[in-house]
C-alpha cells in the first residue's frame, strides 16, 4: 500500500507550477501523489494538459453556483471522492471562503510570485519593479483565509536586473518557482514542515550557508 499523500492540484489557467508537481511526484521516493487535478474553469488549459497525462481530472465552473460556499460543496465532494489529504494551488484564482480553508489548514498550500509578506495580490512584477527592490522572489505558504497570507514554507530569490520589465521579471522569477514548489510539497507530504504559532518549521538541515547579494559584492 502506497505511503504517498494523495494531493489535489487546484488551477485556473495552464497550471505551469502543475506540470513541475506532477513531473515531481513521478519519482519513486516523492512522498506526494497527483491523484486529482480540478479547475474552476472549463477552458482552462491545463486540464487537457493533465488529461493526456492520465491524471483524472474535474471541472468544477464556479459561474454555475449561486455562492462560493455551494462552489466550495462541490469541490469538497470531488476531493473527498479522491481521497484527497493535501491540496496544492497552482494559479488558482479564487479565494477561498474561510470555513474551507479552516478545514484543510495546514493541509493546503499556495505559492505566490513575491517574497512574501511583500507584494501581496495581483501585478507583483511590476510593482517590484515600480518600487525599486533589488531581490524579489516567489513563496511557498500554508494557505489562510486572507489572501497571500499563511506561514510560510519556502522561499526562492530573483535578482531584479536593470532593464527588467514585468514580463522578464516573472520569466525569471518562474524558473524558481518550478523549482521550489516541488520542493516545499516534498516537505509537506513528509511531514517535515510543521506549522505552530503563524511560524513552519522545517525538520531537517540543508547545510546551505550561502547569502544572496544583490548588486554582487
Same mark, same amino acid.
Given at each position: 500500500?502506497?505511503?504517498?499523500?494523495?494531493? *489535489?492540484?487546484?488551477?485556473? /489557467?495552464?497550471?505551469?507550477?502543475?506540470?513541475?508537481?506532477?513531473?515531481?511526484?513521478? /519519482?519513486?521516493? =516523492?512522498? &506526494?501523489?497527483?491523484?486529482?487535478?480540478?479547475?474552476?474553469?472549463?477552458?482552462? !488549459? %491545463?486540464?487537457?494538459? &493533465?488529461?493526456? $497525462? /492520465?491524471?483524472?481530472?474535474?471541472?468544477?465552473?464556479? #459561474?454555475?453556483?449561486?455562492?462560493?460556499?455551494?462552489?466550495?460543496?462541490?469541490? $469538497?465532494?470531488?476531493?473527498?471522492?479522491?481521497?484527497?489529504?493535501?491540496? +496544492?494551488?497552482?494559479?488558482?484564482?479564487?479565494?477561498?471562503?474561510?470555513?474551507?480553508?479552516?478545514?484543510?489548514?495546514?493541509?493546503?498550500?499556495?505559492?505566490?510570485?513575491?517574497?512574501?509578506?511583500?507584494? #501581496?495580490?495581483?501585478?507583483?512584477?511590476?510593482? !517590484?519593479?515600480? !518600487?525599486?527592490?533589488?531581490?524579489? %522572489?516567489?513563496?511557498?505558504?500554508?494557505?489562510? +483565509?486572507?489572501?497571500?497570507?499563511?506561514?510560510?514554507? &519556502? $522561499?526562492?530569490?530573483?535578482?531584479?536586473?536593470?532593464?527588467?520589465?514585468?514580463?522578464?521579471?516573472?520569466?525569471?522569477?518562474?524558473?524558481?518557482?518550478?523549482?521550489? =514548489?516541488?520542493?516545499?510539497?516534498?516537505?509537506?507530504?513528509?511531514?517535515?514542515?510543521?506549522? @505552530?504559532? $503563524? @511560524?513552519?518549521?522545517?525538520?531537517?538541515?540543508?547545510?546551505?550557508?550561502?547569502?544572496?547579494?544583490?548588486? *554582487?559584492?
Amino acid at each position: 500500500m502506497s505511503t504517498k499523500k494523495r494531493t *489535489a492540484i487546484l488551477i485556473s /489557467g495552464r497550471g505551469s507550477n502543475m506540470k513541475s508537481l506532477v513531473e515531481a511526484s513521478r /519519482g519513486a521516493d =516523492y512522498p &506526494a501523489e497527483i491523484v486529482l487535478v480540478a479547475s474552476n474553469r472549463p477552458d482552462a !488549459a %491545463g486540464i487537457g494538459w &493533465a488529461e493526456k $497525462q /492520465g491524471l483524472r481530472t474535474a471541472v468544477i465552473d464556479h #459561474k454555475l453556483f449561486p455562492s462560493r460556499e455551494a462552489f466550495e460543496t462541490n469541490l $469538497q465532494s470531488a476531493l473527498e471522492e479522491h481521497g484527497v489529504e493535501l491540496i +496544492a494551488l497552482a494559479g488558482f484564482m479564487r479565494l477561498m471562503t474561510p470555513g474551507f480553508v479552516e478545514r484543510w489548514r495546514d493541509r493546503m498550500i499556495n505559492i505566490h510570485p513575491s517574497l512574501l509578506p511583500s507584494f #501581496k495580490g495581483l501585478d507583483t512584477h511590476a510593482r !517590484a519593479i515600480e !518600487a525599486g527592490v533589488k531581490i524579489t %522572489g516567489c513563496t511557498v505558504h500554508f494557505v489562510r +483565509a486572507e489572501m497571500d497570507e499563511g506561514p510560510i514554507i &519556502a $522561499q526562492a530569490a530573483v535578482r531584479v536586473l536593470p532593464g527588467d520589465d514585468p514580463e522578464t521579471l516573472a520569466a525569471r522569477v518562474l524558473q524558481t518557482e518550478h523549482r521550489v =514548489y516541488p520542493a516545499a510539497l516534498r516537505l509537506v507530504a513528509a511531514g517535515q514542515a510543521q506549522s @505552530k504559532d $503563524q @511560524k513552519v518549521t522545517i525538520n531537517q538541515h540543508s547545510g546551505e550557508t550561502d547569502t544572496l547579494f544583490s548588486p *554582487a559584492i
